[in-house]
T-cell receptor, first 110, second 115 residues
Framework: LAKTTQPISMDSYEGQEVNITCSHNNIATNDYITWYQQFPSQGPRFIIQGYKTKVTNEVASLFIPADRKSSTLSLPRVSLSDTAVYYCLVGYTGTDKLIFGTGTRLQVFP | EAEVAQSPRYKITEKSQAVAFWCDPISGHATLYWYRQILGQGPELLVQFQDESVVDDSQLPKDRFSAERLKGVDSTLKIQPAELGDSAMYLC?????????????FGDGTRLSIL
């Protein structure tokens, strides 16, 4: 059974770079990793998605190492409004399953 | 505000009662998902539709849960009878295609409380 785990919580200060990891079983070279942000009483909001080694958009970067046993969401300069829970979502093509990670609660301090 | 519409936002009911949730996906999105999110956990997929057809309902407790998307647009998720353990957030999401590379867009969910 595919398992996707994340650190329970992380603390940071405004302006710092934050890296959140997602550990997963062996994923195929074309398996996608997607990251979402979730505030209380709201649905998850899309941040970034990719399957290659590095993907970057205007708000974040996604890194997947060669062994593909983990992935990292990088938020370059966090602000107080980035305080939220962050989830990775793995799309396993082998089993055709979508598995969310356990979630990481990020607290940003001034 | 989420582009995927869900109603009601909150539902309180007693165990053994029937409850239904409604979802209207983003216009043109062929794929629709229902998730259950227990407080403090990640969402768990219950059922996935491609147009009006069920693609995956392996995690749907079929003895009490049912889902339909009759015209391939909006969808309804029903629980009958509700149990105490069903208290959770029920999220609907949609995507433009079936490939795993299509980002899902979520509604703000229905918070269900069973008394």
């Amino acid at each position: 059974l595919a398992k996707t785990t994340q650190p329970i919580s992380m603390d940071s200060y405004e302006g710092q770079e934050v890296n959140i990891t997602c550990s997963h079983n062996n994923i195929a070279t074309n398996d996608y990793i997607t990251w979402y942000q979730q505030f209380p009483s709201q649905g998850p909001r899309f941040i970034i998605q990719g399957y290659k080694t590095k993907v970057t958009n205007e708000v974040a970067s996604l890194f997947i190492p060669a062994d593909r046993k983990s992935s990292t969401l990088s938020l370059p300069r966090v602000s107080l409004s980035d305080t939220a829970v962050y989830y990775c979502l793995v799309g396993y093509t082998g089993t055709d399953k979508l598995i969310f990670g356990t979630g990481t609660r990020l607290q940003v301090f001034p | 505000e989420a582009e995927v519409a869900q109603s009601p936002r909150y539902k309180i009911t007693e165990k053994s009662q029937a409850v239904a949730f409604w979802c209207d996906p983003i216009s043109g999105h062929a794929t629709l998902y229902w998730y259950r999110q227990i407080l403090g956990q990640g969402p768990e997929l219950l059922v996935q539709f491609q147009d009006e057809s069920v693609v995956d309902d392996s995690q749907l407790p079929k003895d009490r849960f049912s889902a339909e998307r009759l015209k391939g647009v909006d969808s309804t998720l029903k629980i009958q009878p509700a149990e105490l353990g069903d208290s959770a957030m029920y999220l609907c999401a949609s995507s433009a295609g079936t490939g795993k590379g299509q980002p899902q867009h979520f509604g703000d969910g229905t918070r269900l409380s069973i008394l």
